[in-house]
């Protein structure tokens, strides 16, 4: 049982695009009283998804309490980021009774486990659970599919998905609308058979779940580190030298469905895992968010511009896969 005197985290983590911040913004809506506080982390230089928490900020979880990390997975950078962090939540005014921590859809979670196992942290947090989302129709469809067996390795995405499974305490499957009954069983299997232990895996739309389920698991993560296998166990760090982002900037846009259709061509030809960002379109006061997985784009109006009017995308990609002069081109800059 934990420590009631410590404040409980919650880790969520998942590939890009799996659905983590959507499940963010439900459980703030939803915080059953409790004051939260987030820490979310992207891979990329231009951050998008703290913009969309903040713009979610109440009284339960006021914007100072939500904290954005960009450039980088915090996976890498647990001395020099990511506990500072947790050290200023830990001393705003009012203490959060319950700390959110949306990880990169590249990042490792079991080196932030081992870092909640460090003494100055040790006594003051637990870790309630680690919350593993997968996409239900990516997993049927095979997407994080291992390299062939004579590789000598296994796939990129393959490896930091497994060590995603390997790390949770619960795994929701998200999107299930697209991935009907037979991708949901098929992708039920894939994560049993690849799981260290047996896992509850439920199914998530639109983010939406009763917070009892997630919060509250009271899993104590940190005094069961040995269970959750890496494939990067035993070495002294890891790079994300295997996948890349970049940043690019449009003018407006005058047709949104001309722009979704050149992303979905270009995630087709160039393998693009992920392309988010905030787009100006000819006529419209509203920003355009634009949020891509694979070659499956959604766009929405979400509030009018603050500043420039300035159309930028982030697009992360395996690295031999990322050729920016192509998706210069494709999206006519």
Request: charged share 25%; glycine share 10%; aromatic share 4%.
């Amino acid at each position: 049982m934990a420590d009631l005197a410590k404040t409980p985290v919650t880790i969520v983590t998942g590939f890009l695009g799996a659905g983590k911040t959507t499940l963010i913004r439900h459980l703030m809506a939803h915080a059953g009283g409790r004051r939260l506080a987030v820490l979310v982390n992207e891979f990329g230089t231009l951050g998008v998804d703290g913009d969309l928490l903040k713009a979610c900020a109440d009284e339960n979880c006021p914007a100072e309490n939500i904290v954005e990390l960009a450039n980088g997975c915090i996976c890498c950078t647990v001395a020099d980021d990511f506990l500072p962090t947790v050290e200023r939540l830990l001393a705003l005014p009012r203490r959060p009774d319950h700390i959110l921590i949306e990880t990169s859809g590249l990042a490792l979670p079991k080196p932030l486990l081992k870092a909640f196992d460090w003494p100055d942290i040790r006594s003051r947090v637990t870790i309630d659970g680690v919350i593993a989302l997968a996409d239900a129709e990516a997993l049927a469809q095979g997407r994080f599919a291992d390299a062939p067996a004579d590789s000598g390795h296994e796939a990129p995405l393959s490896e930091v998905f497994g060590d995603q499974i390997a790390c949770a305490d619960l795994v929701l499957l998200s999107k299930p609308d697209l991935a009907g009954e037979g991708g949901i069983a098929a992708a039920r299997a894939l994560i049993a058979a690849g799981a260290p232990r047996e896992l509850p895996v439920l199914t998530l739309a639109d983010g939406v779940i009763d917070p009892r389920v997630v919060l509250g698991l009271d899993a104590a993560a940190e005094d069961d580190i040995a269970a959750r296998p890496s494939h990067h166990d035993g070495e002294e760090g890891h790079e994300h030298d295997d996948f890349a982002s970049t940043v690019i900037e449009l003018g407006e846009v005058a047709d949104p469905a001309v722009l979704a259709d050149a992303i979905a061509g270009l995630a087709r030809e160039q393998g693009i895992l992920r392309v988010k960002g905030h787009v100006a379109v000819a006529g419209k006061p509203m920003r355009l968010l634009v949020q891509a997985v694979g070659a499956r784009v959604r766009m929405q109006f979400d509030r009018p511009w603050n500043g420039p009017r300035l159309s930028r995308l982030v697009v992360i990609a395996e690295r031999g896969d990322l050729d920016e002069a192509a998706l210069r081109r494709g999206l006519g800059v």
